[in-house]
Antibody, heavy 126, light 106 residues
Framework: QVQLQQSGPGLVKPSQTLSLTCAIS??????????WNWIRQSPSRGLEWLGR?????????DYAVSVKSRITINPDTSKNQFSLQLNSVTPEDTAVYYC?????????????????WGQGTMVTVS | DIQMTQSPSSLSASVGDRVTITCRAS??????LNWYYQKPGKAPKLLIY???RLQSGVPSRFSGSGSGTDFTLTISSLQPEDFATYYC?????????FGQGTKVEI
């Protein structure tokens, strides 16, 4: 059973960088059939997809327009994990942050769901 | 971005009730619609993918239907562990977007 374990600080000062890591067990960050996502949840914004990294003969990244200028998601094949960095944070970035895996159930990039989630990290910007 | 609208935002029900939650997309998403449930303080869990496919381990009292822009999640006989918040999510077009949630309360 694939599991995701998140780690990282729960408190970040304004203008600094939010950094979280998601360790993968029973799967590979380099899997050709998966993508590795970061999603956040706040009362004001609901569930918001932030971005993903995935490997299809080479590494790709997709990011939400709302954070594109501030976000980096990196895979770490040596540790089988992936990370989130969000720069120049403000109090509006306060949220629960989740990592999540997408495994494709059919052909085509649309045939995906967030089928495995990390435990979540409450991050407060203050 | 595709907007996902759920109704109702909340509902009150009793154990054994049949419950229906609807989700409407702002444009056609064919059948690329997923449903999740979330308990307080926990991560969302996948219930249904591809509009009607039950995720492994999910009880058969859950079912999904619909295509195009209108979708439904049905719980045939509500159980105590089903009191939670339910979300729909489209995967047809990037970025993936979620509904605002439907809270099922006693």
């Amino acid at each position: 059973q694939v599991q995701l374990q998140q780690s990282g600080p729960g408190l970040v000062k304004p203008s600094q960088t939010l950094s979280l890591t998601c360790a993968i067990s029973e799967d590979s960050v380099s899997s050709n059939g998966a993508a590795w996502n970061w999603i956040r949840q706040s009362p004001s914004r609901g569930l918001e997809w932030l971005g993903r990294t995935y490997y299809r003969s080479k590494w790709y990244n997709d990011y939400a327009v709302s954070v594109k200028s501030r976000i980096t998601i990196n895979p770490d094949t040596s540790k089988n994990q992936f990370s989130l960095q969000l720069n120049s944070v403000t109090p509006e970035d306060t949220a629960v942050y989740y990592c999540a895996a997408s495994h494709y159930y059919g052909s085509g990039t649309a045939s995906a769901s967030f089928d495995i989630w990390g435990q979540g990290t409450m991050v407060t910007v203050s | 971005d595709i907007q996902m609208t759920q109704s109702p935002s909340s509902l009150s029900a009793s154990v054994g009730d049949r419950v229906t939650i609807t989700c409407r997309a702002s444009q056609s998403i064919t059948r690329y619609l997923n449903w999740y449930y979330q308990k307080p303080g926990k991560a969302p869990k996948l219930l249904i993918y591809g509009a009607s496919r039950l995720q492994s381990g999910v009880p058969s009292r859950f079912s999904g239907s619909g295509s195009g822009t209108d979708f439904t999640l049905t719980i045939s006989s509500l159980q105590p562990e089903d009191f939670a918040t339910y979300y729909c999510q489209q995967s047809d077009s990037a970025p993936a977007t979620f509904g605002q949630g439907t809270k099922v309360e006693i």
